[in-house]
């Protein structure tokens, strides 16, 4: 049985047929791997206070979206030392030399229980997400932090919380203790897990949700929140699933949007399920969840232009790898489905992928990105050769890639390819910068883990807008 991957890191095989289905023959274009080897100063300049925003991505509020990286310090993956870094953007981009580097005690976290094999002081990019709680214009660090044993319900757990940071110009500054946030009676004993932020009522508060440890219901918490960690209200009426949670994105603008939440189901590599739960301005999510077809990649954006939020779900690729479960249905294999507005799906298929390149890990997952800042996004799919960006008709190759030899070692060419990561438009010109990443650790080629170098495309390309590595932003103690 294979262990459950985070579909968002790893790679995809094969391209994916035009979303338009206009059949319009449009020939796609393909760019060339860039030779941009990433660099870093090592030197660190602070980032100017902002005056705040309503982008929950612009630490420092200065009206620049910033990048959240993890940052191997030392040890193997499971008791890696992990940290967190921002690097900053500006009017010229994401600027690599002004950044900033988290650790827990950075935090004001507490110390996580006895059964995490991490060092002490290890921060995981997993765990935390950003969000303006207070609504003061600048995100706060949200981390889910796993204490000691505890029992509900017959589920034994690691009671799970989430602490807030509270930002400010300068980002969260630790020097007092992180607020644990007020969960409802149903789900205190045990905390909550899968954590995603969201706005779900599209009041322009931003808002968290999570599953309740012990099985009683999804918690979804709306804001604003005060000071003590307490949501302006809860809804405990959706049902638990075993799975976890996806949010549509909170506008970077600050335009109040209400944003959808997609559940997908639990996986063991087969293609699991996904139940979408919708959003609209002015009330809570449908109680209600509508079931979509089973696929273990999956992005929210405005695929066809109209204004208004689609969702993507699709085969990745990964498949059990227990006999008789190798294969998934006609409907499932190698195919896209769109659902505009969360209308009637379209499907797509998929190119075979190559014999030779399959995996039981299987390709990945789907970013949604508007690279030529027409409003129409299109999805940044990963390949075992690169990336492939669908746009209508458009099917566009990104590449970059990592060295021929790291740490003394010699990397084969078809470990060097780098994979997309997400995508954002770091200096304000109305289109999106492309993010990829690469590591020559192994669990990366495997899992997207444990990445090194970032790529900071110009679009769809050749040429970055920024590259860095993240080995110059570890602490030396």
Not at 128 to 150: H, I
Not at 159 to 181: D, E, F, L, M, N
Not at 269 to 294: I, K, P
Not at 336 to 346: C, E, I, S, T
């Amino acid at each position: 049985m294979k262990p459950r991957i985070a579909v968002v890191t790893l790679a995809v095989c094969t391209a994916l047929a035009p979303l338009s289905g206009c059949g319009s023959g449009t020939t796609a274009h393909e760019s060339s791997p860039s030779s941009g080897e990433p660099t870093t100063a090592a030197a660190s300049r602070t980032p100017a206070p902002g005056k705040g925003s309503k982008d929950p991505d612009d630490i420092n509020g200065d009206g620049h979206r910033d990048l959240v990286v993890p940052i191997i310090v030392g040890g193997d993956d499971g008791a890696a030392d992990e940290r967190v870094g921002v690097v900053y953007g500006s009017a010229k981009g994401l600027d690599p030399s002004t950044r900033t580097v988290y650790g827990r005690a950075d935090l004001g976290l507490p110390e996580p229980g006895r059964q995490l094999l991490a060092p002490k002081g290890s921060l995981s990019a997993a765990d935390l997400t950003t969000a303006d709680l207070d609504g003061d214009g600048f995100p706060d660090f949200v981390t889910t932090v796993q204490g000691a044993m505890t029992s509900d319900n017959n589920v034994v757990a690691p009671r799970t919380v989430p602490y807030i940071a509270w930002g400010g110009p300068g980002g969260p500054t630790g020097k007092t203790s992180a607020t644990p946030v007020q969960l409802p009676q149903s789900a205190m004993k045990l905390g909550v897990q899968s954590l995603v932020r969201g706005d779900f009522d599209g009041d322009g508060h931003h808002d968290l949700a999570g599953f309740a440890y012990n099985h009683s219901s999804l918690v979804v918490m709306y804001g604003p929140f005060t000071r003590s960690g307490a949501p302006a209200h809860t809804d405990t009426s959706l049902r638990w699933a075993d799975g976890d949670l996806t949010a549509d994105a909170i506008a970077p603008s600050g335009t109040p949007r209400a944003t959808s939440l997609l559940m997908h189901a639990v996986s063991d590599g087969e293609q699991s399920g996904n139940t979408l739960y919708t959003a609209r301005r002015g009330s809570q999510l449908s109680a209600s969840g509508r079931q979509l077809r089973s696929g273990n990649a999956h992005t929210f954006g405005d695929f066809d232009g109209d204004g208004q939020r689609d969702v993507a779900v699709g085969d990745d690729g990964s498949r059990n790898d227990e006999p008789g479960f190798e294969t998934e249905p006609a409907d499932v294999d190698g195919s896209l489905a769109v659902y505009p507005g969360g209308g009637a799906p379209v499907t797509y298929r998929l190119p075979e992928a190559p014999k030779s390149a399959r995996t039981q890990y299987g390709p990945g997952g789907y970013v949604s990105a508007d690279p030529d800042g027409d409003g129409h996004d299109g999805i940044l799919v990963a390949t075992y050769e690169g990336a492939t960006l669908i746009d209508g008709t458009r099917r566009t190759t990104v590449l970059r890639e990592g060295p021929a030899t790291a740490d003394g070692k010699k990397i084969p060419a078809t470990w060097r390819h780098a994979r997309p990561a997400g995508a954002a438009d770091f200096n304000g010109d109305g289109k999106d910068e492309l993010i990829l990443n690469w590591g020559a650790d192994a669990k990366f080629g495997t899992y997207g883990k444990l990445p090194t170098r970032w790529w900071i495309t110009d679009g769809t390309t050749n040429a970055n807008r920024a590259t860095f590595t993240t080995t110059a932003f570890a602490p030396h103690s």
